[in-house]
Structures are given as structure tokens and as C-alpha cells.
């Protein structure tokens, strides 16, 4: 079975710093990889998904996100976070090739300060 | 382009009484349908899953249930609330067949009290 590992619960950024989210997951062979951000009281927005070819993947709202199979992570990155960036981001994994649902992180809660 | 409703967005419950939350996807057919319940600092807690009407899969034993009496339509039931069903639902859909990635409804806020 897959799992997703968000370890940080809490991250507060700078307003214009830059930003990197940790998710790393486990899962036995290529899994589809996705990033989810979640505004208070809202549904998820899709940020960006890996399925195969470039490990590097560009989303929306300016965020990146980098495969690496080794350390089994798929960050997220930004390289100037904004206020409107506050928001509660979930990493998930699902399974390539045959049917299953997503299994997503616990997420991370992302604090602007100015 | 596809949208998907959530109603109502937000209700206030007593314990006991029952429930219903409904999930129409439009611009779309045959999707998956899935169920969420997001509780303070849990993270998504996946209920059901369907993947054709009728079909229903139990992902958490519990008092709720779920239908799915339409391609797009996605109910969410209950016979009697209890206090720890309180939490924001979230509905979602993917294209179907092998995993693709979820679309999310605006979400339900259900206070049981």
C-alpha cells in the first residue's frame, strides 16, 4: 500500500522568501505524484501532478515541484512566496498502471509573515 | 469544462437527526466519485469511492453511507448523527480508469451539535 509522509505540520515563510514543502511517500513501483493547496473553508486546487518524463514539473500560482526517485520525495518549491501563498498544502500519491485511490498527506500549513 | 456542486455548503445538525450531502458533476461521464472528511489537523479522511452507479466502496466502517443513483450524482447519508461526524465534506471526482488526478467540490461544513 502507498503512503504519503509530510513532516512538517507548520511552515511560516517571509513574505518574498523562498518556499520548500517536503513530501515523501512510499510506494513499490512509479506512482503518479500530486501537490493539492487548500484555502481556509475551501475544496483542494490542483498545483501541479508528476506522471512520467521530466522529474522537474511546473504548476500553477508559479510553483514547481521535483521528482526524485532515490530519496522517494516530490517537493514543492517557490522561489518568492506571496501573502495570498497562505494556505494548507496536501501532497498524494496514487498508483501508475492500475486502478486505486489517492492517498494523501496530512499537509502543511503555510504561514506568510510580511 | 467540468464543475463540480456541493449542497448545502454549510448545515447545522442535531445529534441524531439524519443527513443528506449531495455531489452533481457536470461536463463530464462515467467519473469516479469519491467521498472525504476533513477533520481539525487530520488531513483527508477518504469515506467512499464509486466508480459506476450503484457501485460503492466502504473505505471507513461507520454510521454513514453512500449512493450513487446517477453517473453524476453522489449522496452522502445518514440515519442519525453523532457528535463525531462533525467536519468538512469534500467531494471529488477523477476521469476514471487508472488513477488520474481528483477534482474537488467547494466542500460542506457539517456542525453536529
Known amino acids: 500500500a502507498q503512503s504519503v509522509t509530510q513532516p512538517d505540520i507548520h511552515i511560516t515563510v517571509s513574505e518574498g522568501a523562498s518556499l520548500e514543502l517536503r513530501c515523501n511517500y512510499s510506494?513499490?513501483?512509479?506512482?503518479?505524484l500530486f501537490w493539492y493547496v487548500q484555502s481556509p473553508g475551501q475544496g483542494l486546487q490542483l498545483l501541479l501532478k508528476?506522471?512520467?518524463?521530466?522529474?522537474l514539473v511546473q504548476g500553477i500560482k508559479g510553483f514547481e515541484a521535483e521528482f526524485k526517485r532515490s530519496q522517494s520525495s516530490f517537493n514543492l518549491r517557490k522561489p518568492s512566496v506571496h501573502w495570498s501563498d497562505a494556505a494548507e498544502y496536501f501532497c498524494?500519491?496514487?498508483?501508475?498502471?492500475?486502478?486505486?485511490?489517492?492517498?494523501f498527506g496530512k499537509g502543511t500549513m503555510l504561514l506568510v509573515s510580511p | 469544462s467540468q464543475t463540480i456542486h456541493q449542497w448545502p455548503a454549510t448545515l447545522v445538525q442535531p445529534v441524531g437527526s439524519p443527513l443528506s450531502l449531495e455531489c452533481t458533476v457536470e461536463?463530464?461521464?462515467?467519473?469516479?466519485l469519491y467521498w472525504y472528511r476533513q477533520a481539525a489537523g487530520r488531513g483527508l479522511q477518504l469515506l467512499f469511492y464509486s466508480v459506476g452507479i450503484g457501485q460503492i466502496s466502504s473505505e471507513v466502517p461507520q454510521n454513514l453511507s453512500a449512493s450513487r443513483p446517477q453517473d453524476r450524482q453522489f449522496i452522502l447519508s445518514s440515519k442519525k448523527l453523532l457528535l463525531s461526524d462533525s467536519g468538512f465534506y469534500l467531494c471529488a471526482w477523477d476521469r476514471g480508469g487508472i488513477s488520474y488526478e481528483q477534482y474537488f467540490g467547494p466542500g460542506t461544513r457539517l456542525t453536529v451539535t
Open positions: 498524494a500519491v496514487g498508483a501508475k498502471g492500475i486502478y486505486s485511490t489517492l492517498t
Open positions: 461536463g463530464t461521464s462515467n467519473p469516479n
Open positions: 508528476y506522471f512520467s518524463g521530466d522529474t
Open positions: 510506494y513499490g513501483a512509479t506512482p503518479y
